[in-house]
């Protein structure tokens, strides 16, 4: 059974910097391309980034040039490095990885963690 766990949320200024953090457990994560989304209140979850196996990187334009996902195989962690908050970054932010195998999609999500920008 794979879990993810977030962590590394809370309330930051404008400006300011913070890394979240995913473990997954269960699974290799070295096996999944990795990403992270957000949602606010009643709206749907966007994606902020994705990581494929290979490297390859794509993002949202709002958050490109000021977000890094990342990923250490070893420690089976996946990383979101957030700088340049603006308050429009606040959301609860979910990380997500997936693969597919003989057609068939397997795909997981963490809880969520919170993260407020606000003066």
């Known amino acids: 059974q794979v879990q993810l766990v977030e962590s590394g949320g809370g309330l930051v200024q404008p400006g300011g910097s913070l890394r979240l953090p995913c473990l997954a457990s269960?699974?290799?994560?070295?096996?999944?391309?990795v990403g992270w989304y957000r949602q606010t209140p009643g709206r749907q979850r966007d994606l902020v980034g994705e990581?494929?196996?290979?490297?390859?990187?794509n993002y949202a334009d709002s958050v490109k040039g000021r977000f890094t996902i990342s990923r250490d195989n070893d420690k089976n962690t996946v990383y979101l490095q957030m700088n340049n908050l603006k308050p429009e970054d606040t959301a609860a932010y979910y990380c997500?990885?997936?693969?597919?195998?003989?057609?068939?999609?397997?795909?997981?999500w963490g809880q969520g963690t919170q993260v407020t920008v606000s003066s």
């Open positions: 997500n990885i997936k693969r597919s195998l003989l057609g068939r999609t397997f795909d997981y």
């Open positions: 269960g699974n290799p994560l070295s096996i999944y391309h």
């Open positions: 990581l494929t196996i290979g490297g390859m990187t």
